[in-house]
T-cell receptor, first 113, second 112 residues
């Protein structure tokens, strides 16, 4: 069966360090992988998209890698700040006329001073 | 430029009742998808509407139905509410052939 796995345990890191979140998937062949940030009681906010033929994407302090052989994406936040504390969701998107986003369960990141 | 607007923000219903949630998509977007998010879980796809028709459906019972209007806005209806329907209901808009999704803040439904 299709599965998207993110570490369900919260990730606690110190301010200024790099946070690395993992997304593994099975039985998918996604054309795109997206990362979202979600704050409590709010909808997900789009952060980054990476295509299947891309290895790495950067945006300011964010970096995403995509390894279709390992079926894994890593999401990095460098120089983390307490304001980065949130739940981060990965989502897969296939191509097609009826494309839909399929989400992982999310990983909660807590950045402390 | 307004993003995705959902109403109401919170709702309390009794078991067996029916509920209608509403969504206005981001300007320029023509496709609306609905998701259910239980506490501590990722959003689960309910269905997607384009050109006023349901194009794809997730693993949800027929109690969940929807509609899209000519102005691209959408409604989600849930009949015969169960306690397990308590969740955050999210609407996301996109372009039919696009990859960018914009989510609303959701409607928090509590069934008692």
């Amino acid at each position: 069966s299709q599965k998207i796995e993110q570490n369900s345990e919260a990730l606690n890191i110190q301010e200024g360090k790099t946070a690395t979140l993992t997304c593994n998937y099975t039985n998918y062949s996604p054309a795109y992988l997206q990362w979202y940030r979600q704050d409590p009681g709010r909808g997900p906010v789009f952060l980054l998209l990476i295509r299947e033929n891309e290895k790495e994407k950067r945006k300011e302090r964010l970096k995403v890698t995509f390894d279709t052989t390992l079926k894994q994406s890593l999401f990095h936040i460098t120089a983390s700040q307490p304001a980065d504390s949130a739940t981060y969701l990965c989502a897969l998107l296939n191509t097609g006329t009826a494309s839909k986003l399929t989400f992982g369960t999310g990983t909660r990141l807590q950045v402390t001073l | 430029d307004a993003g995705v607007t959902q109403s109401p923000t919170h709702l309390i219903k009794t078991r067996g009742q029916q509920v209608t949630l509403r969504c206005s998509p981001k300007s320029g977007h023509d496709t609306v998808s609905w998701y259910q998010q239980a506490l501590g879980q990722g959003p689960q796809f309910i269905f997607q509407y384009y050109e006023e028709e349901e194009r794809q459906r997730g693993n949800f019972p027929d109690r969940f139905s929807g509609h899209q209007f000519p102005n691209y806005s959408s409604e989600l209806n849930v009949n015969a509410l169960l306690l397990g329907d308590s969740a955050l209901y999210l609407c996301a808009s996109s372009l039919r052939q696009g990859t960018g999704y914009t989510f609303g803040s959701g409607t928090r439904l509590t069934v008692v």
